[in-house]
């Protein structure tokens, strides 16, 4: 295991050690509730590198990114209920900005889950898997339209098959007593060497000799492509994925409804068997 000497020693309102405490348990419990779920997801950043590489922590971080299939988006919520993190999903409704010549939005995540306590939080990068197992990362921000009015825009970004196999592990990690896939340590590296932050090249340096050039030359033979989308989009896959709930609950009551009409009408039966009379409901005994 390679350890890097600790150079940043305090971010937020607690202690790195602290922090690391609060990463181990987090990762914990937040996996494998989206496990039990069946949560299409994986854990991302620097973080899920270090520790899919076994790379001891070594800094405060600030927050644990998660990608997550938008569709299971609902599951995400219900499996931080009861947790000491308040979850918010602002995709129709935010602060964040795209700047013309900027391939990417700006801003605090869209949907994010804030711990009670602290400074910490969570994050949610927002996927669609395609039927060709590419990947369509969505990133929801505000645009003003023709009347001066701020209406949800989402900025498409398409990942083909051939880069998500280099950027994302197949191959979940087992961590703290959990499981869960990771980016890999060479999307990781590359992303950093191209921002290039303080923090980022600390990264970088407790990455290196964890990385295989050739898969970062490999990944750059593959593009993404943008396209912006309009808000009536997300509400039409919404409410599609509404819809299909409530058709599976309204099938569950009907069909739980049916059963018990069955098991009556089979104690009725089995009543006059014996010989006695069946009492009607509310009847006083």
Known sequence: MKVIKLKITHHGNISVEDNHNLINSTIKTACDRLNELGVDYYLVGALSTFIGTDTQLFRYHGDIDFMVAEKDIWKVREALQGTEYEFSDDRLNNHKRLEEGVGHTQGEHEVIANHRDNEFHLGFFLFRREQDNSLTI??????????????????????PKELVDLEYTQEET????????????????????????????????????????????????????????????????????????????????RVGAINE?????????????QGQEPQKEGRES
Request: glycine content about 2%.
């Open 138 to 159: 969505r990133e929801y921000f505000m645009q003003e339209n023709e009347n001066g009015e701020k209406v949800p825009m989402v900025l498409e970004r398409n990942y």
């Open 174 to 253: 087992e961590y703290a007593g959990t499981r869960f896939r990771t980016s890999t340590p060479e999307s990781v590296y590359a992303k950093k060497m191209s921002t290039r932050h303080p923090k980022d090249m600390l990264d970088i340096e407790a990455l290196e000799d964890k990385i295989d050039h050739r898969k970062i030359a490999e990944m750059s033979k593959y593009h993404t492509t943008l396209k912006i989308v309009k808000s009536e989009e997300i509400r039409q896959v919404e409410h599609s994925i509404l819809d299909s709930a409530v058709q599976a609950t309204e099938e569950k009551t």
């Open 261 to 273: 009409q069955v098991q009556i009408i089979k104690n009725i039966e089995q009543l006059k068997i």
